[in-house]
Structure formats: C-alpha cells, structure tokens
C-alpha cells in the first residue's frame, strides 16, 4: 500500500531538540523527491525542508541551520532533526512524496507536486 505514517510529535522546551520520522510502504524512496511541510494553527501548510534522490537538501529560510532533513532508502524512512527550536516552531509537520525524483527551481514547495502524504502529527514548542 501506498502509505506515510510519521511518529515523533510531541512538546518540546524552546531551545530543545525533537525527531520526527516517517516511514513509507508501498513506496521506493530513490524513486521519489521527499519533504517536510507543516501547518500552525490559523496558517496555510507550508514547507519546511527537501530531499531529492541525490540526497540533496533545501530548507525554507526559517529554519536554516536548526533543522536537518535527511532519508534512509535501505529503510524507506524520512527523517527531520529539530534543533534550537522556537515557538513559532508549534505546528502539524507533515511528511511527503513527491510524483518525481526530482524537484528544482524552489518548485518543491508546491504542495500540488506531493501524492502522498503523512498524518501530520503536533510538534508543540512551550517557552
């Protein structure tokens, strides 16, 4: 089955760290460009990080430097490394496939490009 279910949601101290993972069935990550979205409350879902086939990564400006994206095709797991979190951090993350190896010119952050996508669970940042 074509499917994406993520753990690691949960609240986290401003200035801690937090994994998410997503593990794919029915899915060969080489195959497919991955990415993290999110969506806080009141707010259009919007993207946060990209890996293609290559393994090549781009993150949205706001969270450059704290998070790192990263996949284990042998495993089929799609994983993001929250550092140095925010409050403005708090949201629904959400993992996804896209329908290509490959995504450039920024065209990543288009929802539309993504087929499959996780349960999107809460990351809740306290101060």
């Known amino acids: 089955q074509v499917k994406l279910v993520e753990s690691g949601g949960g609240s986290v101290q401003t200035g801690g760290s937090r994994k998410l993972s997503c593990v794919g069935s029915?899915?060969?990550?080489?195959?497919?460009?991955m990415a993290w979205f999110r969506q806080a409350p009141g707010k259009e879902r919007e993207g946060v990080a990209s890996?293609?086939?290559?393994?090549?990564?781009t993150y949205v400006d706001a969270v450059e430097g704290r998070f790192t994206i990263s996949r284990d095709n042998h495993k089929n797991t799609l994983s993001l490394e929250m550092n140095s979190v925010k409050p403005e951090d708090t949201a629904m993350y959400y993992c996804?496939?896209?329908?290509?190896?490959?995504?450039?010119?920024?065209?990543?952050?288009?929802?539309?490009?993504?087929?499959?996508w996780g349960q999107g669970p809460q990351v809740t940042v306290s101060s």
């Open positions: 029915g899915y060969r990550y080489t195959d497919h460009c």
């Open positions: 890996i293609d086939s290559d393994g090549r990564t």
């Open positions: 996804a496939a896209a329908d290509a190896r490959y995504i450039g010119n920024n065209n990543w952050r288009h929802l539309v490009r993504y087929t499959v």
